[in-house]
């Protein structure tokens, strides 16, 4: 299989790279908090983002806090789907949550109890996970929509794998993007986006506009904006490896 990242091994400096993590860089698990980063990864990242001139972003549905918790390391970051982004001079960008947030904690609480259900509460939106129960998919979607309707156009909801998450209206992965290529080290840079899931479609068609290169992990046959695919998250880490590795 070609690799679809190989232009970055000959020309770093003329490419920005933006990663999704849950799925893309890492493997999803049953839980939110049950995903394991493999060993070395932050180091890859760092690596590759020094031979990018600082041009690397994550652009992740996770909370900023917990991406530097996690990795260790600090990058460019537009986290919750853009609704916090962090720009290359660490200036942090945030949206004021509009009001109701209490009210659907409070309805979606009870779900907590649910054998196979977990309530994720980022702070400034709500999960509800049904990987671990995928019978109940169709009573979280129409709980989730049903709560939806009741808080008002502010909010709007993000359809994930095993996820429907409640979040303010507005923001895309693919808006952060954009934010970030008018900004310096991304200017001027061809966009690399690469994603697994739905919430990542927003940002390939800013790459493909672009000139860039459009990454799904995931099946081939999977519709998507994409225009190439890898297998899986290790594929990636892989490839990602030897362009950090590589020296010209």
């Keep these: 299989m070609t690799d679809p990242l190989a232009p970055l091994l000959e020309d770093p400096g003329a490419f920005a790279l933006f990663l999704d993590i849950d799925g893309c860089l890492i493997d999803l698990a049953p839980t939110p908090e049950g995903i394991t980063v493999p060993d070395g990864l932050p180091d890859t990242l760092a690596r590759l983002s020094d031979r990018l001139g600082g041009a690397l972003a994550l652009v992740t549905g996770r909370k900023l806090e917990w991406v530097d918790a996690t990795f260790g390391r600090t990058f460019p970051l537009a986290g919750l789907h853009g609704f ?8 942090v960008r945030e949206v004021t949550v509009p009001p109701g947030l209490d009210r659907v904690r ?6 907590a109890d649910i054998p196979g259900l977990v309530v994720e509460d980022k702070g ?13 998919m169709e009573e979280v979607k129409a709980t989730m929509t049903a709560i939806a309707a009741g808080i008002g156009p502010e909010w709007e909801l993000q359809f994930g794998k095993g996820v429907v998450e409640l979040r303010p209206a507005g923001a895309t992965k693919g808006g952060a993007v954009t934010a970030f290529l008018n900004e310096a080290p991304f200017a001027g840079r061809r966009p690399v986006t690469i994603g697994d899931d739905v919430t990542d479609e927003t940002m390939f068609p800013v ?3 672009r000139g860039g290169l459009s990454i799904r992990i995931a099946d081939p046959s999977e519709p998507t904006a994409a225009r190439a695919h890898l297998p899986s998250p290790a594929a990636l880490r892989a490839s990602l490896e030897r362009i950090a590795q590589w020296d010209a």
């Excluded at 916090?84 to 200036?91: F, S, T, V």
């Excluded at 409070?106 to 779900?111: G, K």
């Excluded at 400034?124 to 109940?136: F, K, S």
């Design 124 to 136: 400034l939106a709500i999960g509800l996970h049904y990987r671990q129960a995928p019978e109940r």
């Design 207 to 209: 790459a493909n506009n």
């Design 106 to 111: 409070a309805q979606v609480a009870p779900f």
């Design 84 to 91: 916090q982004r962090r720009r290359a001079d660490g200036r």
